[in-house]
C-alpha cells in the first residue's frame, strides 16, 4: 500500500516562497504518475500541478503557472512543488496524489491521497 506523506507548508508573506515535498516509503514513486491538488476554506479542491512517471511532461492550473514548479527526484524517492511569488489566494490544504497518469490526475481519479500540508499566505 501506497502512503504518500507531505511536508514543507507554512506560513508565508505574499511574493515569498515555499517548497512542499511528497515522500513515499516502502514502494516507490516511479510506477506513479504524482500531482498535487489543493483546497482551500470554503471552496472546491482544484488541481494544481502533476508529473508523469518519467518526469518528461507537467501540466498546470492556469491560475500557478509560470510560478510553481513540479519535479521529481528519484533517487530520494520525492515529488517536489517549488512555489514562487506566493499570493494570498494560494492559501489551502495542498494534499499529493499518485495515480496511472496525469488524464487521470484532470479527472479527480487519483488512487492514493497524503494527508495535505497547510500553506498559509498572510502579511
Known amino acids: 500500500q501506497l502512503q504518500l506523506v507531505e511536508s514543507g507548508g507554512g506560513l508565508v508573506q505574499p511574493g515569498g516562497s515555499l517548497r512542499l515535498s511528497c515522500a513515499a516509503s516502502?514502494?516507490?514513486?516511479?510506477?506513479?504518475?504524482i500531482g498535487w491538488f489543493r483546497q482551500a476554506p470554503g471552496k472546491e479542491r482544484e488541481g494544481v500541478s502533476c508529473v508523469s512517471r518519467s518526469g518528461i511532461t507537467t501540466l498546470y492550473a492556469a491560475s500557478v503557472k509560470g510560478r510553481f514548479t513540479i519535479s521529481r527526484d528519484k533517487a530520494k524517492n520525492t515529488v517536489y512543488l517549488q512555489m514562487s511569488s506566493l499570493k494570498p489566494e494560494d492559501t489551502a490544504v495542498y494534499y499529493c496524489?499518485?495515480?496511472?497518469?496525469?488524464?487521470?490526475?484532470?479527472?479527480?481519479?487519483?488512487?492514493?491521497w497524503g494527508k495535505g500540508t497547510l500553506v498559509t499566505v498572510s502579511s
Open positions: 496524489v499518485a495515480g496511472p497518469s496525469c488524464a487521470d490526475f484532470l479527472r479527480f481519479r487519483m488512487d492514493y
Open positions: 516502502g514502494v516507490t514513486l516511479d510506477y506513479y504518475d
